[in-house]
């Protein structure tokens, strides 16, 4: 988790941690973020010069008011004076943090003007400017909604760059704003998040000490390795489908074991942005242990839309309608799986399509939850996201994205369920506030939900811990990879991918992976096979044994151990259910 003073930086301004040479998830994010969101531009012919420039940044508190002028800190910035003004504050900072200051400054994002224009003005976009001019206001106390999107335009098509300098410098009023109650705001529900997520990490491995107590002790050189290849060779088959019926033309991967009787399928729905490569690894995999895997492609949130995107050929960072339909996507792949494979082939078996697995990441975990039942609550959707009130969510960015449902339809959500899909392995997934508590216990099929601890995008005590004490379901598993964070990183993985790249998967990718390979390929074979395996390598005995620093691996069955239950209940509380209108 990312300190306060961590935090002071990407606020600041992003992409300044290369000074640093830090590493980690949280790190890397602010790193990448910042190169796509921090800061954004439109050609000077869009924006004409401005006649008002910021002459100074006022921090104000109340009744309070600090100010400092822009001339002071520039020539800081310029030539590493600090002036009678500057003094002032300085005098309470260490100095490797005043040389740190002065890079912050100077630092210059190198953004494409198109690329990042588009994000500023797509509705994600929006929606982070209009929350950061709660914090940055005009002279006049109102939201900098306006002023930021037009300063960091100006700034970015000014020859000096994109730095913080200049965006000071371009601010359209004569003082700059800082609202220090909403920072300190800000800082607490950061805080409150962390902690809990801490106090929730505790219990579950409370928990699993408790489970694991009451299991046979595993050998650890005993042990299966079912993150080893298995030993059915298989085909790969690219497969373009064609829905008319939504004018949607999408492509899958199908993995094929070369297995004679009946195969077991199973789903892959990658997150946002991702492409069917970041999968690849994980439906080998599982192949080779004999079971058939389709990789899918979700156009509208996968990685052309990104491209379109930054090409200025798409509006959004996702369109709205992806919510509805990539569940349709996987329902009309085993419709058209079924056409096609109705005629048998020498050497292969029949695929298993009437009781399906699927494996969602992230958006795709969402897609997967959806699939297998779990409903809509898009008044308390709506509540969440329209309130001025922050809370824990602060830090959940996932939010930006489940944010872009409330305008859906209810009548067309809630109509997602495929009583084909059996079973559920949800990776890092999001839809809290999408499903909520009752939405989330509808769900009466196996599930496993994986999380990690340090996950900055879909945080693990908001998007799986908590969501795992919704489940009613008997056969439910929470698995929680310790230091883990949002993306798992393989060789197929693209490192231009803002999301993918490998030192976003935590201090251990490979180890991030076999893990992955581990508990899938577990899940399947107790829950989807023809023939179960042990239910042994779904317990908390098994987990340990293969469990490696500086990943620790927990699993769990429940949180119902006494004294966690009752903290998780304070930690997890059922919120008030808004009414539909």
Request: hydrophobic residues 40%.
């Amino acid at each position: 988790m990312m300190s306060w003073h961590q935090w002071r930086k990407f606020w600041l301004g992003s992409g300044v941690t290369r000074f640093k040479k830090r590493s980690g998830p949280w790190t890397s994010l602010i790193s990448r973020c910042g190169q796509l969101f921090g800061i954004g531009c439109l050609s000077t012919l869009l924006y004409p010069a401005t006649t008002v420039a910021a002459e100074q940044v006022s921090l104000f508190y109340g009744p309070f008011e600090f100010s400092i002028s822009v001339s002071s800190l520039e020539r800081f910035a310029r030539e590493g004076t600090v002036d009678s003004e500057l003094a002032a504050y300085a005098k309470h900072a260490k100095p490797e943090e005043i040389a740190e200051f002065r890079q912050i400054l100077s630092y210059r994002l190198n953004l494409g003007v198109v690329p990042v224009s588009q994000f500023l003005y797509s509705s994600f976009g929006e929606i982070s400017l209009r929350f950061l001019g709660n914090l940055i206001q005009t002279e006049a106390h109102q939201n900098g909604f306006y002023a930021l999107r037009a300063s960091l335009i100006l700034a970015a098509a000014d020859p000096e760059g994109l730095t913080l300098l200049n965006v000071l410098k371009k601010f359209p009023t004569r003082t700059m704003r800082i609202n220090s109650e909403f920072a300190l705001e800000m800082v607490r529900g950061f805080t409150d998040l962390y902690h809990q997520t801490q106090q929730a990490t505790t219990l579950i491995e409370r928990q699993f000490d408790a489970e694991a107590k009451t299991e046979p002790a595993i050998n650890p050189d005993l042990a299966p390795k079912l993150d080893q290849p298995g030993e059915w060779k298989w085909t790969q088959e690219t497969l373009t489908l064609d829905d008319r019926r939504r004018q949607r033309r999408f492509v899958v991967d199908l993995y094929r074991p070369q297995r004679p009787d009946s195969v077991s399928t199973l789903i892959i729905s990658p997150g946002l942005w991702a492409s069917r490569s970041n999968f690849a690894e994980l439906a080998q995999h599982l192949a080779s242990h004999g079971f058939a895997v389709v990789v899918m492609d979700h156009p509208g949130s996968n990685r052309q839309q990104l491209e379109a995107l930054l090409a200025g050929r798409a509006r959004e960072v996702v369109r709205t309608s992806e919510f509805i339909d990539r569940p349709l996507d996987v329902s009309y792949l085993l419709d058209e799986l079924q056409r096609r494979t109705q005629t048998p082939v020498s050497g292969q078996g029949t695929l298993n399509l009437q009781s399906v697995g699927i494996i969602g990441h992230s958006f795709g975990g969402y897609t997967a939850l959806a699939l297998a039942g779990a409903t809509f609550d898009l008044a308390s959707l709506r509540q969440e996201c329209e309130s001025s009130q922050i809370n824990l969510n602060v830090g959940n960015i996932s939010l930006l994205l489940q944010c872009s449902a409330i305008g859906l339809s209810p009548q067309a959500v809630n109509r997602l369920r495929d009583p084909r899909v059996q079973a559920v392995v949800a990776l890092n997934p999001i839809g809290s506030q999408i499903f909520g508590p009752q939405g989330i216990g509808q769900l009466q099929v196996p599930v496993m939900l994986v999380s990690g601890s340090e996950d900055a995008i879909a945080p693990a005590l908001l998007e799986q811990i908590c969501p795992f004490t919704w489940l009613t379901t008997p056969n439910q598993y929470l698995v929680l990879i310790q230091k883990g964070s949002h993306t798992y990183a393989s060789a197929n993985t693209n490192q231009n991918d803002p999301f993918n790249a490998p030192e976003l998967a935590g201090p251990d990718p490979a180890l991030a992976y076999r893990y992955l390979n581990t508990m899938t390929l577990a899940f399947a074979k107790n829950h989807l096979a023809a023939a179960p395996v042990s239910a042994s390598f779904l317990q908390a005995s098994y987990v340990r044994s293969i469990s490696q620093p500086p990943l620790p691996l927990k699993l769990v069955r429940s949180l119902d151990e006494p004294e966690v239950a009752q903290a998780m209940t304070q930690l997890c509380p059922r919120p008030t259910v808004a009414q539909n209108p």
